[in-house]
């Protein structure tokens, strides 16, 4: 059950794309199609942006979207803007409904 | 719309215990499985714990096998986390969230987070 791995960190101007990996292995990322995404604001509650690698929750707005392949999960953020400055975390299943967090990435708004 | 309340922080000398409770409403509580999720201070997400809708599955995290314990009460709309023999390494903000989608991987709704700090 080790942490799956993000970047530290990733930049861009607003309006940009930015993409942020997440990578496992084989017994995870790899094995299910189950890879969520979490957006954390300083000193609030984790927000819930992707699940099921693909799939966007109601209000989310479509500029976030989710993809996989092979044990690598990635989070694509395209018209960047001020307020998606925050921590990003991927979340993959491990196992039978255990699961496992990522890293962590700081996206900067430059 | 959905709100949560949790409770039962606070600080706890190592070895000591103490409960988590997390209290959920704005929906059919019963038919969700629920997670426990902490942060230690300055440090990433970490996983900790499952219980499926109706209680009758219950999974961890191997750090916490063995001292934590997860259930719930449906006719509260509560689910907790009892935590015995508590180390220094589990302080942390922890989290309960909902579990939905497909095997309950999507955590839709969070607590605000409740503080533990285990420390003589």
């Known amino acids: 059950q080790s942490a799956l791995t993000q970047p530290r960190s990733v930049s861009g101007s607003p309006g940009q794309s930015v993409a942020i990996s997440c990578t496992g292995t084989?017994?995870?990322?790899?094995?299910?199609?189950?890879v969520s995404w979490y957006q954390q604001h300083p000193g609030k509650a984790p927000k819930l942006m992707i699940y099921e690698v693909n799939k966007r929750p109601s209000g989310v707005p479509d500029r976030f979207s989710g993809s996989k392949s092979g044990n690598t999960a990635s989070l694509t953020i395209s018209g960047l803007q001020a307020e998606d400055e925050a921590d990003y975390y991927c979340c993959s299943s491990a196992g039978t409904y255990t699961s496992v967090f990522g890293s962590g990435t700081k996206v900067t708004v430059l | 719309q959905v709100q949560v309340v949790e409770s039962g922080g606070g600080v706890v000398q190592p070895g000591g215990s103490q409960r988590l409770s997390c209290t959920m409403s704005g929906f059919t509580f019963s038919s969700y499985g629920m997670h426990w999720v902490r942060q230690a201070p300055g440090k990433g997400l970490e996983w900790v714990t499952f219980i499926f809708y109706d209680g009758s599955n219950k999974y961890y995290v191997d750090s916490v096998k063995g001292r934590f314990t997860i259930f719930r009460d449906n006719s509260k709309n509560t689910v907790y986390l009892q935590m015995n023999s508590l180390r220094v390494e589990d302080t942390a903000v922890y989290y309960c969230?909902?579990?939905?989608?497909?095997?309950?991987?999507?955590?839709?709704?969070w607590g605000q987070g409740i503080l533990v700090t285990v420390s003589s």
């Open positions: 969230a909902r579990g939905s989608g497909a095997a309950a991987t999507a955590l839709d709704y």
């Open positions: 084989s017994s995870d990322v790899g094995d299910y199609n189950y």
